[in-house]
């Protein structure tokens, strides 16, 4: 889908056995529980783009350091609903030599546009080529205070 101002690129999260991968610029469906390998082998094959998704994330299942040896398009730095990661992913990104990315990686309409990218005409050659601006929204604070008070509630209700 295509606006004025607002691109949807069709896709699918799969979770490989390693992790998390986004594949962007699909139609078809890629079976789960394949070898991330395969995974971007099959995405690239279909004309997408390949995508380690949330790679350090301590609670969703990320690939890791798989970031540095697989064939990926991009990483995702920035996402709406990791709040805790294995050790800090600007830095590790730092040394990663393909682009990275962000996304809401929203489950509910609240979680929309937590995080956003700006992207030219063509959003799938925009991400190989790291001509991406990543926007982090006011709504990701309000959820991440959210989420923090819930907790911090049901913690007072034991």
Do not use: Q, W
């Amino acid at each position: 889908y295509n606006s004025d101002n607002f691109t949807v690129i069709p896709g699918i999260e799969v979770s490989a056995i390693e992790g998390h991968i986004l594949c962007l610029g699909i139609t078809e469906k890629i079976e789960s529980k394949i070898p991330a390998r395969e995974v971007i082998e099959r995405t690239h094959e279909l004309g997408g783009i390949a995508i380690a998704a949330h790679p350090y994330d301590l609670i969703r299942s990320g690939v890791g350091d798989l970031i540095f040896s697989l064939n990926f398009d991009a990483a995702e730095l920035y996402n709406g609903r990791t709040l805790i990661t294995r050790n800090r992913p600007s830095d590790v990104m730092r040394n990663l030599n393909i682009p990275v990315v962000g996304g809401s990686d929203a489950h509910s309409i609240e979680e929309i546009a937590t995080i956003t990218m700006i992207l030219d005409n063509d959003p799938l050659e925009s991400i190989r080529r790291g001509d991406v601006e990543i926007v982090i929204n006011d709504k990701k604070l309000n959820l991440i205070k959210s989420y923090i008070l819930r907790r911090f509630k049901n913690f007072l209700e034991l």
